[in-house]
């Protein structure tokens, strides 16, 4: 007998802990008897009472949840292929619904890889290249003209943040019956295919080399400029110093034929003297140690010397 109470103790202790149960804050519960919903949706936390062995508790979380897209490579409208990785965020909005239609989170990141990864590749594939990696059409950079040899770049009707607005919707639109909400999608990467990715980078070499060639062409005829102006100037200098250098020397021999004509009036002394010198500096300038002299009677150097020797 003592052992039968024993044990209904025990029983009624475990069907008092199965009867309890907490609901946490971040959590919502759904309370399923014999795999069926009953009641509504438990959101408000604390302690709980349910059937025990006959109800379970079904939880779910009530903050934001990630989804995080794998990358593929997606067709645009003009036939050029991208890499695009998405990634979004979504709760769950109605949890017996959710319940219902996806019964646990993997359940819903399924039917979400199903839905963003499609809407992702419609949307991509009904906007051109340059749509989908632009957002507006901003006026670009002098160096970037300068670059393409354009006046602009291509307008574009529609961004990449508009194509991204219209996945969000019509993934909102198609999760509505499924007991969640999407609440954002955003583009995580995007970028060309190895091939393509490859030759926008030779354009983007050859668009600096070719900046880089019109900056040294232009750095050479500045160059050229500077050296002709220099060589234009060092000729004036040259010049003016040239003709400042005759107008002095011609002064001084002015001067200097001045002086020997006063010299030259003095005397007849002076005359003679004037005479015999400049004779002298002539013989001195035309003659050297291996001359031959045949003087003339009638000479100057000749009447000189015939002078001197009769003194």
């Not at 379970?56 to 990785?85: A, C, M, Y």
């Not at 819903?108 to 989908?132: F, M, P, S, W, Y």
């Not at 100037?233 to 400042?244: F, H, M, N, P, V």
């Amino acid at each position: 007998m003592k052992i039968l109470y024993i044990v209904i103790a025990i029983i009624l202790v475990i069907a008092l802990f199965s009867s309890l149960y907490v609901v946490q804050e971040p959590e919502q519960v759904i309370i399923t008897q014999f795999g069926k919903p009953i009641g509504d949706p438990i959101k408000i936390p604390g302690l709980k009472v349910k059937i025990p062995f006959v109800q379970k508790v079904h939880r779910f979380d009530k903050r934001f949840l990630e989804w995080d897209g794998d990358p593929n490579q997606l067709p645009t409208k003009d036939k050029r292929f991208i890499w695009v990785d998405m990634y979004a965020r979504w709760r769950i909005s109605d949890p017996l619904l959710y319940f219902q239609r996806l019964r646990d989170e993997r359940g819903a990141q399924t039917r979400l890889d199903d839905i963003l990864d499609g809407e992702t590749r419609n949307a991509i594939a009904n906007h051109k290249l340059l749509e989908v990696i632009r957002n507006t059409n901003r006026t670009p950079e002098q160096s970037e003209l300068e670059a393409r040899d354009e006046t602009g770049l291509e307008l574009i009707d529609v961004g990449r943040d508009t194509i991204r607005v219209e996945i969000l919707g019509k993934a909102q639109h198609r999760t509505e019956d499924l007991g969640i909400e999407i609440l954002d999608v955003q583009f995580k990467r995007i970028n060309y295919v190895e091939e393509v990715r490859r030759k926008v980078y030779e354009r983007m070499i050859a668009e600096r080399q070719r900046i880089a060639d019109r900056f040294r062409s232009e750095g050479e005829g500045e160059a050229s400029r500077i050296r002709g102006e220099k060589e234009r100037e060092l000729k004036r200098i040259q010049s003016g110093a040239y003709r400042t250098a005759r107008e002095i020397m011609g002064n001084a021999d002015a001067v200097a034929t001045k002086i020997y004509a006063a010299a030259y009036d003095r005397s007849a002394a002076s005359r003679a003297f004037y005479e015999f010198l400049k004779t002298m500096e002539t013989y001195q300038n035309t003659l050297d140690a291996e001359t031959s002299l045949i003087l003339s009677t009638d000479g100057e150097f000749y009447k000189f010397i015939k002078e001197s020797q009769s003194r």
